[in-house]
């Protein structure tokens, strides 16, 4: 899946790119012919205008001092056109926009998770409570990391790279597919993990809570006694 920095790039890619077409920049060439640019003698023939790879139309050329840098392609899937590297683009390592690559990743997920659990109620609860899990356990920036990631509490790293790996687990844990039931750890002291899930009523859910805070208040309150006795 591409990166939010790759993603990034992509956009600055295309910005950059409209910013020279706008400007009348003599680096965007649409016409090798009449350009008066060498085409011969190149280890590798360029792509002409309008030849495609994938999603992907060859429509210009970006070129510098030492000739073609770069083809300029759009993807079929938008107007705004970007530069790709002609060496990838004649290895078809660049197919498509990274827009429809990550797009194709999500269906190839998504195809992933409904073969494993193929009911759509089912895993979308459970995949939301998995990314909830994650975000509190993992993201410092959740309100609730504090009761959470910053005690240490984690999502396992296969269920956190393989979210299919968990679909698979927590079919096997009893209430799964109860939807009035929570998904909750056995040991609060660790993390989500196989072994350590269950389901259970919002209650005894509670009670497993409550029984935590007291516990850390009797901590809390035997930790001052210590603190105060005498050496
Ligand atoms: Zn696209």
Request: glycine letters at 6%; hydrophobic letters at 30%.
């Amino acid at each position: 899946m591409p990166s939010r920095r790759s993603a990034e790039r992509h956009e600055r890619n295309i910005r950059d790119l409209r910013a020279l077409v706008d400007a009348g920049s003599r680096s965007v060439v649409r016409d090798m012919a009449a350009s008066g640019l060498p085409t011969t003698r190149r280890k590798y023939p360029l792509p002409c205008i309008g030849h495609r790879s994938g999603k992907l139309t060859v429509t210009g050329y970006m070129v510098g001092a030492r000739g073609v840098r770069a083809l300029i392609v759009r993807c079929d899937c938008s107007p705004d056109e970007y530069t790709v590297d002609h060496h990838n683009f004649k290895d078809f390592k660049s197919t498509r926009c990274n827009l429809c690559a990550k797009q194709a990743a999500s269906k190839k997920r998504y195809w992933q998770y409904a073969e494993v659990m193929p009911n759509d109620a089912h895993r979308t609860r459970l995949l939301n409570r998995l990314s909830a899990a994650i975000t509190r356990c993992h993201n410092a920036g959740n309100s609730r990391y504090i009761h959470y990631g910053a005690r240490g509490i984690k999502v396992c790293d296969e269920w956190r790279n393989d979210r299919a790996a968990f679909l698979k687990y927590i079919q096997t844990v009893p209430g799964w597919d109860d939807p009035t039931l929570q998904m909750d750890r056995e040991n609060n002291n660790e993390g989500y993990a196989p072994g350590n899930i269950r389901f259970a009523t919002p209650t005894q859910n509670t009670r497993n809570r409550r029984k935590i805070a007291e516990l850390e208040a009797e901590l809390a309150r035997l930790r001052s006694v210590i603190s105060r006795a005498p050496t």
